[in-house]
Each structure stands twice: as structure tokens, then as C-alpha cells.
């Protein structure tokens, strides 16, 4: 099925917030387990790409297009995925 874009997801976590744990971490695994935990979180048939693009089933573009991306967001525990990723 195509899918179509839905939006831009700022999922990354900025160097900002991990400068703040004072320790050196692996960002970019960080940032793709904070992906893959947010594409868990998803309904089926919605993608988040590694450049924040997401995308849609075309049945279902309209309901991802209205997906509080906030609120999944607060669902992922970021400091135990940087404790996971500390080097």
C-alpha cells in the first residue's frame, strides 16, 4: 500500500538534555532506540523514518496526521535508554 507523509516527528534527543547527565553516551543508538520505541508506540500502518518523516497507510493518513507525537514521546523512558547507551 502507498503510504503518504504525514508529518515531522523532532523525536532526537538534543545534546542539550544529555549534557545535562554530565556522562558521554552514544547518541546516535540512543536516538534509534528512542525510533524504534516510538514506532512501537504507533497504530500499524504509520512509520517514522530516521530524518523525523512520517508516514501513513493511505486509509489511515488522516487519523496519523491527528497523532499527539508529544504525548507518545513522554511514554519513552529517555534516561534509561542514555543509562543503556552510556560508553
Known amino acids: 500500500m502507498d503510504q503518504i507523509e504525514v508529518g515531522i516527528v523532532p523525536y532526537t534527543i538534543s545534546a542539550d538534555y544529555i549534557a ?3 556522562a558521554d553516551f552514544d547518541s546516535q543508538a540512543a536516538d534509534d532506540a528512542v ?3 516510538l514506532n512501537s508506540l504507533v497504530p500499524s500502518g504509520v512509520v517514522v523514518h530516521r530524518n523525523g518523516k ?3 497507510d493511505a ?5 496519523a496526521r491527528q497523532l499527539d ?3 507518545l514521546l513522554k511514554q519513552i523512558d529517555v534516561e534509561q535508554i542514555l543509562a543503556d547507551h552510556a560508553r
Do not use: E, P
Open 35 to 37: 525510533l524504534a520505541q
Open 59 to 63: 486509509d489511515i493518513a488522516d487519523k
Open 69 to 71: 507525537w508529544q504525548a
Open 54 to 56: 512520517a508516514f501513513a
Open 20 to 22: 545535562t547527565f554530565g
